[in-house]
């Protein structure tokens, strides 16, 4: 049972305009098992708040507190929150020239346990995962994201999280450009962690497509760098009709 606590967390970047606040005072609770949705317009902080979990170095955090199981993740090195049970899934996965994704597998899954797995399973794993995610399996001699589809890196995130098998994950937009069938099977991925190791899930998405397939426990609507609303399911449903005017006030520019 693990329990990911955000509390009143404060974030700035630094641009070219100089220290920029961009989280003002999040407050979240993920648990074991549970599944939770945060959505929001574009430019409120959702990948931000991602990326500050993760532990980016762009991101500096002036004030409130990330504990896992009460230890505190702001302390941990970026490799220590994977090991932990952090996981999270970019909205843009970088491509690793020259490293096959057996090899970044087999690295990452090394890394995180301190030992090398069994050989025979790990490739029974792999194998296993690729088929129910329906990846070719030429995938796995190719270099990670190098000439990868859309669809294909998101993908491939979820045999990482299958396979790496993280206490709570963060899923930054992996719904985004799949088509319905990949959709499907991403979901499925995700909704088979959940039950065979009890993920705790956060889906940073826009659209409640995913949310059909993955039901989540919470909705949450982040606007501005702060949880504005919270709600259960039916909160996605009346964000995707209304959009989220009611809560801007009416010169917000909107962005492109
Ligand atoms: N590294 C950075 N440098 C400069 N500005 C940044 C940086 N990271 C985030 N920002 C700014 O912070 C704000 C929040 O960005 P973020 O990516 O967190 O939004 P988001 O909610 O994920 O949006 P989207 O729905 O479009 O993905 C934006 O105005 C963005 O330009
Ligand atoms: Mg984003």
């Known amino acids: 049972m693990a329990v990911l606590e955000i509390r009143d967390l404060h974030v700035t970047v630094e641009t070219d305009e100089g220290t920029t606040p961009i989280l003002n005072g999040v407050n979240l609770t993920i648990r074991s098992g549970e599944t939770h949705a945060i959505m929001g317009p574009n430019g409120s902080g959702k990948s931000t708040l991602a990326s500050t979990i993760a532990g980016h170095p762009k991101y500096t955090v002036t004030s409130g507190t990330i504990t896992l199981d009460g230890e505190d993740v702001l302390e941990m090195a970026v490799d220590e929150r994977a090991r932990a049970g952090l996981f999270l899934a970019m909205q843009y996965p970088v491509e690793i020239p020259g490293v096959t994704v057996t090899n970044f597998l087999r690295t990452a899954k090394t890394a995180l346990d301190g030992e090398a797995p069994s050989i025979r399973h790990w490739t029974k794993d792999v194998t296993a995962g690729m088929k129910n995610l329906r990846m070719d399996p030429k995938f796995a001699q190719r270099n990670v994201n190098e000439g990868f589809s859309g669809g294909e890196k998101k993908r491939h995130e979820i045999l990482q999280l299958e396979l790496l098998k993280p ?50 426990d919470f909705v949450h609507v982040m606007v501005a760098g702060q949880i504005v609303e919270e709600g259960g399911s039916e909160l996605a449903d009346r964000l995707e009709n209304e959009g989220y005017a009611g809560y801007l006030p009416e010169d917000t520019p909107i962005e492109a």
Do not use: C, F, M
């Not at 799949?178 to 899930?201: F, H, I, M, P, Q």
């Open 167 to 216: 206490q709570i994950a963060i899923l930054d937009e992996t719904d985004s450009g799949l088509d319905v069938d990949a959709l499907k099977v991403v979901s499925e991925g995700v909704n088979r962690a959940k039950e065979n190791t009890g993920l705790g899930a956060l889906l940073i998405t826009h659209y409640t497509r995913i949310l059909r397939y993955i039901k989540p």
